[in-house]
């Protein structure tokens, strides 16, 4: 009897492990055939570029036949920093609009009209900075137009 369950185990290990090499060997085979088609294509570099292309174009900046964007580089910060700025300006009109709610409806409250003129403060203090980074902006985006122009 014990000679019987000791030959099972054999056979049932043989059995698996020629599962095993069958399960490797299938998909080695399986991964050849599909790796050969990948192997005829262009390089994985000019997929990706391909790819940055598309994007590219879809996103409204095309490239040449030479790779130079059809948009320069200057207008197309100065559209981003606009956006930008309209969000901040928008974000500045909401806190201005609640720092002025809160102070309105304080009814006399001493904390609730501190609480709405350190809002609008605050708020007044973010629009300086505001203000100072687009003009630091400005002055970046002149001295790159005058590089960019010279080159």
Known sequence: MAHKI???KIQKTNFMSFHKVNLLLGSFLINLLWIQPALA????????????????????YSVTGTGAPTREFVPAWVNYINGFLTLFGLLFLILVIYGGWVWMT?????????????????AAI???FILAGRVIFELV?????AT???S
């Open 126 to 128: 973010g629009f300086a």
């Open 106 to 122: 304080a009814r006399g409250n001493q904390e609730k009209v501190s609480q709405g003129k350190k809002i609008l403060i605050q």
């Open 141 to 145: 985006i002149l001295a790159l137009s």
């Open 41 to 60: 294509q262009d390089s994985i570099f000019k997929q990706i570029l391909g790819g940055f292309q598309k994007s590219g174009d879809a996103a409204g």
């Open 148 to 150: 960019v122009a010279t």
């Open 6 to 8: 000791a030959s099972l």
